[in-house]
């Protein structure tokens, strides 16, 4: 079983850029999709990016262009590299990782982000 732990979230101004960290231990991690899902107070988590286990990347509109998921399977890693952050990023942002064969997924417990104005 594989459990996720978030790092490098904090506080930043607008303009401002973070590097998110998702390191996994366990078995399996490089053959699973993993994705970077954020939830503000009081709103739905949302998915901002996902990268599958074969290096495909999306994101939502929001963060086009601002927003770069990686993975280095080497490490066990996968990243979210956040630029040009703005005041709607703010929120808890937590990694996923799902594995299609067997129909499972697990969840990190999620890092602060807070963007001020």
């Known amino acids: 079983q594989v459990q996720l732990v978030e790092s490098g979230g904090g506080l930043v101004q607008a303009g401002g850029s973070l590097r998110l960290s998702c390191a996994a231990s366990g078995r399996g991690f490089t053959v699973s999709h993993m994705g970077w899902y954020r939830q503000a107070p009081g709103k739905q988590r949302e998915l901002v990016a996902a990268i599958t286990n074969g290096g495909t990347t999306n994101y939502t509109d929001s963060v086009k262009g601002r927003f770069t998921i990686s993975r280095d399977n080497a490490k066990n890693t996968v990243y979210l590299q956040m630029n040009n952050l703005k005041p709607e990023d703010t929120a808890v942002y937590y990694c996923?990782?799902?594995?299609?064969?067997?129909?499972?997924?697990?969840w990190g417990r999620g890092t602060q982000v807070t963007v001020s104005s």
């Open positions: 996923h990782a799902f594995w299609t064969l067997a129909q499972v997924d697990c």
